[in-house]
């Protein structure tokens, strides 16, 4: 048993004042972190030094703490999957190289720039597209910032309006698959990378149309913050469409290998970062020296990611340390709260917390004290009824020979909404309908619908003021548009996301719709 323990447990000193549990001290170690990140600690640095600080108080020395650095760090960065990280991030540098990010507006904007706000609809529907080959908003923001907004100024939108388009249309890098904050919260929740990727599409999708019905409401609000553009011919719009081919070739490959089975998703990656990188070979867009400054640019921006995966490994295993999360988990299962409910409660404080700090950090400090709340709650996401008629399916499609009568029978049962008995499973050959596996399966949807539920809601960070990093990285490209007019703008944004957090909690089964049982 650690020191910590048996200190906490201790009687009262001789002046009458008992030492603080360990419990206490992963609760204070809170504003303690907040406290540095305020002090513009690096986020990394201010979990390494909160969960080295909050073990030398918990355990009683610095020898425990010293030893866990040298664990911890060879735990974190032995982990495979860590590698898409860096080839995502490759791939984003080479297709910004390989031209995609101007052929994506172009094409959109041929389509959708003659209507009324078109420009912007055109621009979100472009971010959406480089998400799809790019798995960060920050840099989806950036790119599609530095080719939009000089064509959204050219036709007359008002400068608020358009950084707050393209500030919106980069959270889209995170949402449509393949995500860099996807990946890090399945390693840390142990669920499957191919699935979440899959189940992100749905929501990806209503995100860039929801964002498009926002810009089309603001334009009939505000009939002078956007111009018009020339109406072009069919053949420039097909031929427009035409030179997107290569992210199409890209996603399918990328995305649409990892569904099929052709390769893992660390496998995907390289394949995504190389077929880009030759992809702007052949576009001249990829040389000696700009090869050579996209790896340096990938490993900076790689090593801060990784240094925060660490300085959040070393503080969530102090918070282990001092049992929070499976307090936490027990209290909520024991407030009498519906599932719901703490549902609700926890995104709010997602949302609250996505105006102090970026996405990956908040994912990284949260997950593993709410993902053990989740886990307690039961959602019935999945039925009996439900696994039996998903694995009789299964099995009618691998081909087995079922007695026709027995099949029928089962099939009108399943299809009024009653269970099959355990002697008609074991008929059928049925395997994998416990409870115990309805359970595991149960747990895997919650997993995955929270995980998208999240990701949503860090993106709303991402946009709201008074911190949203999207809203500073694109009002840093127009010098002349105040701040203010961007946070007013973007609150047409941050609403139509509310609408869709509230529907995709509402009907869980939107997001689930595509993943097999």
Known sequence: ?????????????????????????????????????????????????????????????????????????????????????????????????GGMSQALFKAAEGWLGHRKGGVAMAAV?????????????????????????????????????????????????????????????????????????????????????????????????????????????????????????PVLLVFLSVVGGIYLGWFTPTEGAAVGALGTGLIAWAV??????????????????????????????????????????????????????????????????????????????MILLTIPIFWPIMQELDFNLVSMVQLQSARLDVLISSGAELPMALLDQAQTILASGQELTRDMSRELGLRGVTQGSLNRVNIEQTAIWFGILVLIVVEVGLITPPVGMNLFVINSMDKKTPMVETYKAVIYFVLTDLVRVAILVAFPVITLLLLPL
């Open 284 to 361: 001249g867009g990829l040389n000696w020296s700009s090869l050579t400054e996209s790896f340096f640019v990938t490993a900076r921006s790689s090593a801060m990611i990784f240094f925060i995966v660490l300085g959040a490994a070393f503080y969530n295993g102090f918070l282990a340390l001092t049992q929070l999360p499976q307090e936490a988990a027990m209290w909520v299962s024991a407030s009498g709260y519906s599932p719901v409910v703490v549902l609700i409660i926890i995104l709010v404080f997602y949302l609250l917390l996505g105006c102090l700090m970026d996405s990956l950090s």
């Open 1 to 97: 048993m650690y020191r910590g323990y048996d200190r906490a447990h201790s009687p009262a000193s001789g002046d009458g004042v008992r030492p603080l549990s360990d419990l206490v001290i992963g609760v204070l170690s809170f504003p303690v972190l907040l406290i540095l990140i305020f002090l513009r600690v690096p986020i990394g640095l201010a979990m390494f030094l909160a969960g080295l600080g909050g073990l030398v108080l918990v355990t009683g020395d610095t020898s425990l703490p010293f030893a866990r650095l040298k664990s911890e760090t060879f735990t974190t960065f032995s982990n495979y999957s860590l590698s898409i990280v860096p080839m995502f991030l490759l791939m984003g540098h080479f297709a910004t190289l």
């Open 125 to 245: 529907g472009s971010c959406a597209g480089f998400g799809a080959i790019c798995g960060s908003s920050l840099a989806t923001a950036a790119t599609m910032g530095r080719v939009a907004l000089p064509e959204l100024r050219r036709y007359g939108y008002a400068g608020g309006f358009a950084t707050a388009t393209l500030a919106a249309g980069g959270t889209l890098g995170i949402l449509i698959p393949p995500s860099v904050v996807l990946v890090i919260y399945a390693i840390l929740t142990e669920q499957n990378i191919a699935k979440l990727f899959l189940a992100a599409f749905i929501p990806g999708v209503l995100a860039a149309v929801g964002y498009m019905v926002a810009i089309a409401i603001y334009v009939r609000i505000n009939p002078e913050s956007a111009g018009t553009r020339p109406r072009v011919s069919y053949v420039e719009r097909f031929r427009a469409v035409f030179a997107v081919w």
